[in-house]
């Protein structure tokens, strides 16, 4: 039975960085293997490609045209390769957002997800302030949050914070300031 833990959240969290941070914490709390599945890394020079095809904008992955028409896509591809290897006893950190999964609680659902029915399932949520993940998204200027910085007022709509009483199972990480403690005791939840 394999592990699939899921770190999501909105963007500039700090999913990514928490992901490199966890590995080797799992490892030594479980004595398994961890492998990385970000979803920036596995689709976004595809993506960047298809989204320069579409919208002649390669760094677009935040419109309406990338919403509806490849978001879903870079989900399920992600899901997929997860499944393969989860049925090899593989265990996976999973990296993005995955707000939509979360929303409609897919992610806590093995059958849902298309992943074998005995895969031990966690989902951190990594949360931080609007406006502190928006300086954040700036001081990191990466091309592909250029369309969500230019219509914040749109994209800031999609942000949501769980409810803990409808998302009981959820864990939780505030990564306002970076508290290695806390971390800790939620790597432990999961081992």
């Keep these: 039975m394999a ?47 298809v989204m320069g095809l579409l919208t002649g904008d390669a760094d677009d992955r935040d419109s309406p045209t990338f919403l509806e028409h490849l978001r879903d896509q870079e989900y399920r591809g992600l899901l997929e390769v997860a499944a393969e290897n989860l049925a090899l006893g593989v265990n996976l950190v999973l990296v993005g957002p995955f707000s939509r999964e979360v929303k409609s609680k897919r992610v806590f659902d093995p059958l849902a997800l298309g992943v074998p029915a005995d895969t031990r399932i966690h989902v951190i949520w990594v949360s931080l302030d609007e406006s502190a993940a928006r300086a954040r998204i700036i001081g990191r200027g990466d091309a592909r949050d250029r369309y969500k910085l230019a219509h914040w007022d749109e994209y800031r709509k999609r942000r949501f914070e769980p409810d803990p009483v409808e998302f009981p199972t959820l864990l939780r990480f505030d990564n306002t300031i970076f508290d290695e403690a806390a971390f800790g005791r939620l790597i432990d939840a999961i081992a």
């Design 3 to 49: 592990r699939l833990v899921f770190i999501a959240g909105h963007a500039g969290t700090g999913k990514s960085t928490l992901a490199q941070r966890a590995v080797p914490l799992l490892h030594a709390r479980t004595g398994e293997s961890f492998c990385v599945l970000d979803k920036d890394t596995a689709y976004g020079t595809y993506s960047a490609k």
